[in-house]
């Protein structure tokens, strides 16, 4: 499962989310429900996703 790293813009938490396909434009904050949020590269994102293979395509590919 695809685990990314978020950074809320608004007050500068970081935090981990599970995002599922389809579930990646309805990320908030957890602390004050902001949606400026910005994802961060984490390569825990990778595990199990034959690195290598691709890493171009970003994590659309997961389902
Ligand atoms: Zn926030």
Redesign the pocket.
């Known amino acids: 499962m695809p685990i990314f790293e978020y950074r ?6 970081e935090f981990e989310r599970l995002v599922f396909a389809g579930e990646k434009d309805k990320i ?7 949606r ?2 910005q994802k961060k590269m984490s390569a825990t994102s990778f595990m199990g996703a034959g690195i290598g293979t691709c890493a171009s395509d970003g994590p659309k590919g997961f389902s």
């Open positions: 809320c813009q608004a007050c500068k938490k908030e904050c957890p602390d004050c429900r902001s400026d949020i």
